[in-house]
């Protein structure tokens, strides 16, 4: 049983039961679930005036959608276009993203800058007894860098 589980990607109380256990609490069934169409674009296909054509679009659910990204309307995915912060995924790993004009606080955002993409992360600096006045802090971008979108994380595509 482990293994047609495994093999399922299925809790194994799922096999016996046909219950969901609680850790997939909040999901509904498949059939019944809304789907959100999500654009897939090829990052280096990017122009300065947006997005390109998608090269594929890809069904989520809307329901692990707002769990997970806790969005499910704007989004689209792309590939990290280089390992340049920590934590957030390897070159090439697919990423979710949600469209940005501005900052929206603290996060992760894929920017172009002399028609290259960037990464960069924001956050607060530590507020120390004094420093109250720098609850409204935001870091400045130079001069030329466009915003595009706020990274919600990586995620795994897999073939229906």
Avoid at 105 to 118: M, N, S, W
Avoid at 136 to 144: I, M, V
């Amino acid at each position: 049983m482990l293994r047609i589980a495994h093999a399922l990607d299925v809790p194994v109380e799922w096999l016996i039961t046909g219950e969901t256990p609680a850790s997939r609490a909040g999901l509904i069934a498949a059939e019944e679930a809304d789907w959100v169409i999500v654009p897939h674009y090829r990052l280096g296909d990017f122009t300065e005036t947006g997005k390109p054509e998608p090269i594929e679009t890809v069904p989520l659910r809307k329901d692990w959608l707002n769990r997970n990204a806790r969005a499910s309307t704007n989004l689209w995915l792309t590939e990290l276009p280089a390992t340049m912060i920590e934590g957030i995924g390897d070159e090439g790993d697919t990423i979710l993203c949600r469209d940005a004009l501005v900052k929206e606080g603290e996060g992760t955002y894929l920017y172009f800058y002399d028609g290259l993409p960037i990464v960069r992360r924001f956050e607060a600096p530590k507020l120390g007894l004094g420093e109250a006045q720098m609850r409204g802090w935001e870091p400045e971008d130079p001069p030329g860098m466009r915003i595009v979108a706020r990274i919600l994380g990586t995620i795994k595509l897999r073939p229906c």
